[in-house]
């Protein structure tokens, strides 16, 4: 009986969500992972728009970072994952043995829960990302490690002290370095999960502000379980519950005109 | 309310013991030391530190202790099994924590593990069977005198010895370091060798020198296997295919029959003393290298 239902969600594809005119920058199309025989991802089909900020919300467990995982292949390092469907950055897709993953993946900054700074010093966290990108001169290495640790206000903190480990920093330093050594790649889409889960509520602050005025440029794709950040920064939001996408909405219509009975439930905290 | 005096008394035995016992622990290799330099004290009365350590004459009977060529033995070997072994162990470790399924690391994990529990005096027996007579056709294939008992196959018996034992501490190392770190670098557009040598090994940097560092020191004191096929020919070896005396081989081959000479017994105290003194060196100056590299 269950593989007959998982059929029948495999074939019976859903119909996109996408409440917006012009067409995703991410598309997902049909998605669905499974580790080892546990089905996580159920029919995901969705677009992300451009240079806007998408959160994925939703319940511990329900998929969203594995979601986010699957964007720039990250899922790779899991053994024993088996993914059908795909997803398209543009046109390229994520999925399949012609993808250049490593060229898809710097298109895609990516900022974790936790800091993870590179074992090196706070200059060559910025650099190593300039130097997978092209060949600069150590002149245009400075600049530009400067303009990315300005781009997160972090330059006036750590101006004189370039070459102590990163690690040394604040946690909240840490992550706004993190951004700026994502940034320094060029993406076009920045990727992050739950990124102030571990911060203090000023760091929480400026790395959402961060995210709000850098959304101009960027496509933000945030998954996080807080309704309140959501609720702040949104442009759009996913639902997921269980494995599948509840709803996409623009962010106001979402949270005050939920359509889903579940996303109702939610937002009244019944599963919290 | 008030702790019954039973249960106080109680408290204080154990804390008693417990540093009774890490007290112990701390006199170990002080005893050690001082026990060993105590019964080499013999040796000093008629030779200088200075010429016991690079005097090349060995004539126990008419009281000449040059230890030169066990030493430089000792170092030739340890030092050919641990060319042979960084390498495989290196790369291996590499390979199965970041590239390999897991049904086949796990295959591997055991075979190591069995590697880890053959007693040496199996790797002896394997070595003089199987190393030495096979050396011994390289040598004559290429025209040099030897019949295979060398210092090349010491450390080939040794290198496979330290293998499993290195391998292990490596894995768990890189097992260790955050999956995180592999996404950011995978993130930024870095290649997996490319995160593997930049930020995998930059993080593992301490721990692979205390790796290196434990293989040397077991290597350094392995005596049973070494023995078996590294020829026990007092002379420094000048060549792979030569024969060498290891210290621990000195010591072993020699404390039976000549132990009972008080001048010859202090003359093995010596050597264990050297052995003790090299290993405690090599350990201190590697830690000061890893709180160097530490950082990160």
Redesign the interface.
């Known amino acids: 009986m269950e593989t007959q239902e998982m059929d029948a969600k495999m074939t019976g594809k859903k119909e996109m969500a996408r409440p917006f005119e012009e067409e995703g920058i991410i598309r997902v199309d049909n998605l669905n992972l499974y580790a080892g025989k546990t089905h996580i991802l159920k029919n995901v089909n969705i677009e992300i728009p451009k240079n806007k900020l998408t959160v994925i919300l939703g319940p511990s467990g329900c998929g969203k970072t594995t979601l986010l995982?699957c964007m720039?292949r990250?899922t790779d390092?899991t053994?024993?994952i088996k993914v059908n469907g795909n997803i398209y950055i543009g046109d390229q897709p994520v999925f399949g043995s012609k993808t250049d993953i490593?060229?898809l993946?710097?298109k895609?900054?990516?900022l974790?829960q936790?800091p993870?700074p590179?074992?090196?010093n706070i200059y060559n966290n910025i650099a190593?990302?300039l130097k997978?990108?092209g060949k600069y001169n150590r002149a245009e290495l400075n600049d530009l490690v400067e303009y990315y640790l300005r781009q997160v206000n972090l330059w006036d903190e750590v101006k004189d002290r370039l070459r102590s480990?990163?690690?040394r920093l604040s946690i909240g330093q840490q992550q706004r370095l993190?951004l700026a050594?994502?940034l320094a790649?060029n993406p076009d889409i920045i990727?992050a999960d739950e990124p102030t889960s571990a911060l203090d509520p000023v760091s929480s602050e400026a790395i959402e502000k961060q995210f709000a005025a850098l959304s101009k440029d960027f496509t933000l794709v945030m998954v996080t379980h807080v309704l309140r950040q959501a609720r702040r920064i949104a442009d759009y939001v996913i639902f997921m519950y269980l494995g599948e996408v509840i709803e996409m909405r623009p962010a106001q219509e979402f949270f005050e005109d939920p359509r889903e009975e579940q996303t109702k439930k939610y937002l009244s905290g019944a599963f919290n | 309310m008030n702790i019954s005096n039973h249960r106080r008394t109680r408290d204080r035995v154990v804390t008693v013991l417990t540093y009774l016992a890490m007290a112990f622990v701390l006199l170990l290799p002080f005893a050690l030391f001082v026990g060993l330099a105590a019964k080499s004290e013999l040796l000093f009365r008629d030779n200088s530190l200075g010429h016991l350590l690079f005097s090349s004459q060995w004539k126990p009977s008419s009281g000449e202790f040059g230890f030169k060529p066990f030493i430089v033995g000792s170092l030739y070997v340890t030092l050919i099994a641990m060319l042979i072994s960084a390498p495989i162990c290196f790369l291996s470790a590499i390979h199965i924590t970041q590239y390999a399924?897991?049904k086949v690391a796990k295959i591997v994990v055991t075979a190591i593990d069995i590697l880890a529990g053959i007693p040496s005096v199996v790797y002896g027996v394997w070595g003089m069977v199987f190393v030495v007579p096979w050396l011994g056709r390289i040598a004559a294939g290429l025209g040099i005198q030897s019949n295979g008992y060398s210092i090349l196959a010491g450390g080939i018996v040794l290198s496979i010895m330290v293998i499993p034992f290195i391998l292990n501490i490596l894995m768990e190392i890189y097992r260790t370091i955050?999956?995180?770190?592999?996404?950011?670098?995978?993130?930024?557009?870095?290649?997996r060798w490319?995160t593997i040598r930049?930020?995998l090994n930059?993080?593992a940097l301490p721990g692979i020198l205390a790796a290196f560092g434990f293989g040397f020191a077991r290597a350094f004191g392995e005596t049973m296997a070494v023995l078996m096929v590294v020829g026990n020919v007092v002379k420094i070896p000048s060549g792979l295919f030569d024969p060498g005396y290891p210290l621990p081989a000195l010591i072993a081959n020699s404390f039976g029959e000549l132990g009972s000479i008080p001048e010859i017994e202090s003359a093995l105290m010596f050597a264990a003393l050297i052995l003790l003194v090299v290993v405690l060196v090599f350990n201190a100056t590697l830690r000061w290298l890893i709180i160097r590299v530490e950082?990160?």
């Open positions: 995982k720039n990250l390092l053994p024993d490593v060229a993946r710097r895609m900054g990516l974790s936790r993870f590179l074992p090196m190593y990302g997978l990108r480990p990163a690690v993190c050594r994502g790649v990727l | 399924p897991r955050p999956k995180e770190l592999t996404e950011v670098s995978l993130s930024l557009g870095a290649t490319e930049d930020v930059r993080k950082k990160y």
